[in-house]
């Protein structure tokens, strides 16, 4: 399933949580929660480091982060996090 993690703030600190604390870097960049403009290199950076998580994920427009998900996944986490 698709979940957009701006709707979605505790998956959002769930997939913080998840990130390397050893890269401040992509740390800073996923708690600014895209308040600003971002490099395409930063984002194209962010996907490769999510995919090796397990996760697929798309920056749309908007600026909003789209998470491809198992619904599963999705309704264990929510139940956990939220």
Do not use: C, H
């Not at 490099?39 to 994920?57: A, M």
Request: proline fraction near 2%.
């Amino acid at each position: 399933m698709l979940v957009s993690l701006n709707k979605n703030r505790w998956l959002w600190k769930y997939i913080y949580e998840r990130v390397d604390k050893a890269d401040p870097e992509l740390r800073d960049y996923l708690a600014n929660t895209f308040a600003k403009t971002v490099p395409q290199e930063i984002n194209v950076r962010v996907l490769r480091k999510f995919e090796t998580l397990g996760y697929k994920l798309r920056f749309t427009s908007s600026r909003d982060v789209i998470i491809s998900i198992k619904e599963e996944e999705y309704v264990y986490l929510k139940l956990k996090y939220e």
